[in-house]
T-cell receptor, first 112, second 114 residues
Framework: QKEVEQNSGPLSVPEGAIASLNCTYSDRGSQSFFWYRQYSGKSPELIMSIYSNGDKEDGRFTAQLNKASQYVSLLIRDSQPSDSATYLCAVNGNQGAQKLVFGQGTRLTINP | GAGVSQSPSNKVTEKGKDVELRCDPISGHTALYWYRQSLGQGLEFLIYFQGNSAPDKSGLPSDRFSAERTGGSVSTLTIQRTQQEDSAVYLC????????????FGSGTRLTVV
């Protein structure tokens, strides 16, 4: 089992709809969870972080964390073509280590 | 500087040659990380520096890879006797110390071994 798993996609969503991206992780000791956006040919950019169970909202983005089920998700409301990118889920590593373990990423395409 | 700076942005080298990749982190960030990303793949952890602690080298794929961080700032990743499978984008990131700070990535060095 991979430490951090994401559906590789591609996920295709019409413009204006809600895009839902999911991630599961294996280490119950993980405490910090991040979502990065990576445009083609560019480096990853941090867009959301979450540490406590529940929802965290920032503009059109909402991160959701459920530690009991070991999943974290990212919702993008009112999706725009500029949201088309690969979204990487990252989780802090074994035994509370600061280094992050990244999922393989989900490629999202927003169709105008 | 304002961001994480990496150089060179592109490097083409012949198989068997040594290469050095440089990373200049954000001022004040005590943690520095190296990852690599092969085409269409996720990020593979290589090495992590935190302040004056011994680096976490657990991700280095072979003894041809080494890294150092001088004065708690600039880091150099060295690959000796490069192989074609070393071709990838090498990403450096830095962060403040602690579990709750995300990384800021540099723009990467694209290494091509021919």
């Amino acid at each position: 089992q991979k430490e951090v798993e994401q559906n590789s996609g591609p996920l295709s969503v019409p413009e204006g709809a809600i895009a839902s991206l999911n991630c599961t992780y294996s280490d119950r000791g993980s405490q910090s969870f991040f979502w990065y956006r990576q445009y083609s040919g560019k480096s990853p950019e941090l867009i959301m972080s979450i540490y406590s169970n529940g929802d965290k909202e920032d503009g059109r983005f909402t991160a959701q964390l459920n530690k009991a089920s070991q999943y974290v998700s990212l919702l993008i409301r009112d999706s725009q073509p500029s949201d088309s990118a690969t979204y990487l889920c990252a989780v802090n590593g074994n035994q509370g280590a600061q280094k992050l373990v990244f999922g393989q990423g989900t490629r999202l395409t927003i169709n105008p | 500087g304002a961001g994480v700076s990496q150089s060179p942005s592109n490097k083409v080298t012949e198989k068997g040659k040594d290469v050095e990749l440089r990373c200049d982190p954000i001022s004040g960030h005590t943690a520095l990380y190296w990852y690599r990303q092969s085409l269409g793949q996720g990020l593979e952890f290589l090495i992590y520096f935190q302040g004056n602690s011994a680096p976490d080298k657990s991700g280095l794929p072979s003894d041809r890879f080494s890294a150092e961080r001088t004065g708690g700032s600039v880091s150099t990743l060295t690959i000796q006797r490069t192989q074609q499978e070393d071709s990838a984008v090498y990403l450096c990131a830095s962060s403040l110390a602690g579990l709750y700070y995300g990384y800021t990535f540099g723009s990467g060095t694209r290494l091509t071994v021919v």
